[in-house]
């Protein structure tokens, strides 16, 4: 209908009765499909043919008010029809507001999701909705041999498809990027599995596919690439928010840290230094959290706080090693790190950004192409990192799991191996003057001796234990079980 100058009529003034009117008059297409879905107290409207839309409860209540002014009820009465006009006031207006909000509850617990019922089409968690198409890249990376071209599973987009996250181009204008193509070459400093990895972490935030289990570190000199890269170019492929969501330390620790990361495909998190020892053990449980699909406590103003499971894949971004508990390699193991090692401070390009997003729709298919590698890849080889990437790795651990590099430094992994307390204090001694780091307990003391093995114990994913043995000579040894010394350091 047309809004403003038709007459709708209602049955009865209670809000439920007006609602079912309001969503069948104003929120459903002509294909039948709803047109109003509200998630995480958050209206979306499918707007324009092809995309979904958030409003707020201002738009929602001027919509309303137009809408209702436009409402009359129809009585009978003996002597014939009545027509008694609705006259919203601000106090119908809000009733039928609640009673239309539970009305179009978004149904699923993450997105995208086919809303008219097709569970068996293609796997949602894959998807890359375009503006103008769906891409399909688990059933794409199916068809497709691993040399030959790509031939896409693609789909018109519809309001079959609920996903607010859409790459703010068509599908079929991609072209060439040189641009994108040479700032590649000048980030990686040429490096092909550096620009790969790279493309191949683009794809994963674009999909709502997390079963990978990654975070991403990008680490290195100032402008060399980070922020254009991924608060550019991510970010306006992901169409900005709600699906791009970027946060300081600061923002994400205090009370509503979280407020619409819950929505977000990506989190990211520039500059992250300088942080306090809190913030670094809550930084790292939360990376935690979210790479293992844990439900996180998200408190959002004018929200009561609910558990959610995070979709986001955390993006760091630091021109310092980051400082970050990492006991049992529980952030490193899921780590995809990518170095920076260039800097253009100097000689920047001011129009490079401009220029890149005006080759959105070649990148975008790029990244395409790339989650079609990503998905087609054996599990092992899903991100594989430069050789650069260990160095920067190797001094992440170094600096935030010292047990781990001393125990990598002095020890190899041996089931069979044993080594004596009294071994592993001398290799202790001489690791801490050579390195010129301590082994340290949890709340930041130094650990003595005595404790060494029980710390090696907690801060290890060797497969280590307490034992006790005797020697010939029948003296009794206290020690480990699990590793043996490296030949190189036997005399240290």
Same mark, same amino acid.
């Given at each position: 209908?047309?809004?403003?100058?038709?007459?709708?009529?209602?049955?009865?003034?209670?809000?439920?009765?007006?609602? &079912?009117?309001?969503?069948?008059?104003?929120?459903?297409?002509?294909?039948?499909?709803?047109?109003?879905?509200?998630?995480?107290?958050?209206?979306?409207?499918?707007?324009?043919?092809? &995309?979904?839309?958030?409003?707020?409860?201002?738009?929602?209540?001027?919509?309303?008010?137009?809408?209702?002014?436009?409402?009359?009820?129809?009585?009978?009465?003996?002597?014939?029809?009545?027509?008694?006009?609705?006259?919203?006031?601000?106090?119908?207006?809000?009733?039928?507001?609640?009673?239309?909000?539970?009305?179009?509850?978004?149904?699923?617990?993450?997105?995208? *999701?086919? +809303?008219?019922?097709?569970?068996?089409?293609?796997?949602?968690?894959?998807?890359?909705?375009?503006?103008?198409?769906?891409?399909?890249?688990?059933?794409?990376?199916?068809?497709?041999?691993?040399?030959?071209?790509?031939?896409?599973?693609?789909?018109?987009?519809?309001?079959?498809?609920?996903?607010?996250?859409?790459?703010?181009?068509?599908?079929?204008?991609?072209? @060439?990027?040189?641009?994108?193509?040479?700032?590649?070459?000048?980030?990686?400093?040429?490096?092909?599995?550096?620009?790969?990895?790279?493309?191949?972490?683009?794809?994963?935030?674009? +999909?709502?596919?997390?079963?990978?289990?990654?975070?991403?570190?990008?680490?290195?000199?100032?402008?060399?690439?980070?922020?254009?890269?991924?608060?550019?170019?991510?970010?306006?492929?992901?169409?900005?928010?709600?699906?791009?969501?970027?946060?300081?330390?600061?923002?994400?620790?205090?009370?509503?840290?979280?407020?619409?990361? @819950?929505?977000?495909?990506?989190?990211?998190?520039?500059? *992250?230094?300088?942080?306090?020892?809190?913030?670094?053990?809550?930084?790292?449980?939360?990376?935690?959290?979210?790479?293992?699909?844990?439900?996180?406590?998200?408190?959002?103003?004018?929200?009561?706080? !609910?558990?959610?499971?995070?979709?986001?894949?955390?993006?760091?971004?630091?021109?310092?090693?980051?400082?970050?508990?990492?006991?049992?390699?529980?952030?490193?193991?899921?780590?995809?790190?990518?170095?920076?090692?260039?800097?253009?401070?100097?000689?920047?390009?001011?129009?490079?950004? #401009?220029?890149?997003?005006?080759?959105?729709?070649?990148?975008?298919?790029?990244?395409?192409?790339?989650?079609?590698?990503?998905?087609?890849?054996?599990?092992?080889?899903?991100?594989?990192?430069?050789? &650069?990437?260990?160095?920067?790795?190797?001094?992440?651990?170094?600096?935030?799991?010292?047990?781990?590099?001393?125990?990598?430094? !002095?020890?190899? #992994?041996?089931?069979?191996?044993?080594?004596?307390?009294?071994?592993?204090?001398?290799?202790?001694?001489?690791?801490?003057?050579?390195?010129? +780091?301590?082994?340290?307990?949890?709340?930041?003391?130094?650990?003595?001796?005595?404790?060494?093995?029980?710390?090696?114990?907690?801060?290890?994913?060797?497969?280590?234990?307490?034992?006790?043995?005797?020697?010939?000579?029948?003296?009794?040894?206290?020690?480990?079980?699990?590793?043996?010394? &490296?030949?190189?350091? !036997?005399?240290?």
């Amino acid at each position: 209908m047309s809004q403003n100058s038709q007459r709708v009529e209602i049955s009865g003034p209670d809000p439920m009765s007006v609602a &079912r009117v309001v969503l069948e008059e104003r929120f459903t297409g002509e294909d039948g499909l709803q047109m109003l879905y509200v998630r995480g107290g958050v209206p979306y409207e499918w707007y324009g043919g092809n &995309r979904w839309v958030g409003r707020d409860e201002e738009w929602m209540e001027d919509e309303l008010w137009s809408l209702l002014d436009c409402c009359v009820e129809i009585q009978n009465h003996a002597q014939g029809q009545v027509v008694k006009p609705f006259r919203p006031t601000k106090g119908k207006v809000a009733d039928v507001m609640r009673a239309l909000y539970s009305l179009v509850r978004y149904p699923y617990q993450g997105e995208p *999701a086919w +809303m008219d019922g097709r569970m068996d089409h293609v796997d949602t968690k894959y998807l890359i909705a375009f503006r103008d198409v769906v891409v399909g890249v688990k059933e794409t990376a199916e068809k497709w041999d691993g040399k030959g071209p790509i031939e896409w599973v693609t789909e018109k987009r519809t309001a079959a498809l609920f996903t607010p996250v859409v790459i703010p181009v068509n599908f079929e204008d991609a072209r @060439e990027c040189p641009n994108w193509e040479r700032a590649m070459d000048d980030w990686s400093g040429g490096d092909e599995v550096w620009k790969e990895c790279r493309m191949r972490s683009f794809a994963y935030c674009l +999909m709502a596919q997390r079963d990978y289990a990654k975070w991403f570190m990008e680490y290195g000199k100032v402008r060399g690439g980070k922020g254009l890269g991924s608060r550019a170019v991510l970010s306006a492929l992901l169409g900005g928010e709600p699906g791009f969501v970027s946060k300081s330390i600061k923002d994400l620790m205090g009370s509503f840290g979280l407020d619409r990361v @819950e929505h977000a495909r990506v989190l990211l998190v520039p500059e *992250a230094t300088d942080m306090t020892k809190v913030e670094m053990r809550q930084m790292s449980s939360l990376l935690k959290q979210i790479v293992g699909r844990d439900p996180v406590d998200v408190n959002a103003k004018f929200q009561r706080q !609910r558990g959610h499971q995070l979709g986001c894949v955390p993006l760091i971004q630091a021109n310092e090693m980051l400082s970050l508990p990492n006991a049992g390699r529980g952030v490193t193991s899921k780590m995809v790190a990518l170095p920076f090692d260039v800097s253009f401070a100097g000689r920047e390009d001011y129009e490079l950004e #401009e220029k890149l997003l005006g080759e959105l729709p070649g990148i975008a298919r790029k990244v395409a192409e790339a989650a079609v590698r990503l998905v087609k890849a054996p599990p092992q080889e899903k991100f594989v990192m430069p050789e &650069r990437s260990k160095e920067v790795i190797r001094r992440f651990e170094m600096r935030n799991n010292p047990v781990q590099a001393f125990l990598d430094a !002095r020890f190899v #992994e041996d089931r069979n191996g044993r080594v004596s307390n009294e071994t592993l204090r001398a290799q202790r001694k001489s690791w801490e003057q050579m390195s010129e +780091m301590q082994l340290l307990r949890g709340d930041g003391t130094y650990a003595s001796q005595m404790h060494l093995p029980s710390l090696l114990l907690e801060g290890t994913t060797w497969a280590l234990s307490k034992l006790e043995w005797r020697l010939t000579t029948g003296q009794k040894v206290r020690g480990l079980k699990g590793l043996r010394v &490296r030949r190189e350091t !036997r005399d240290d």
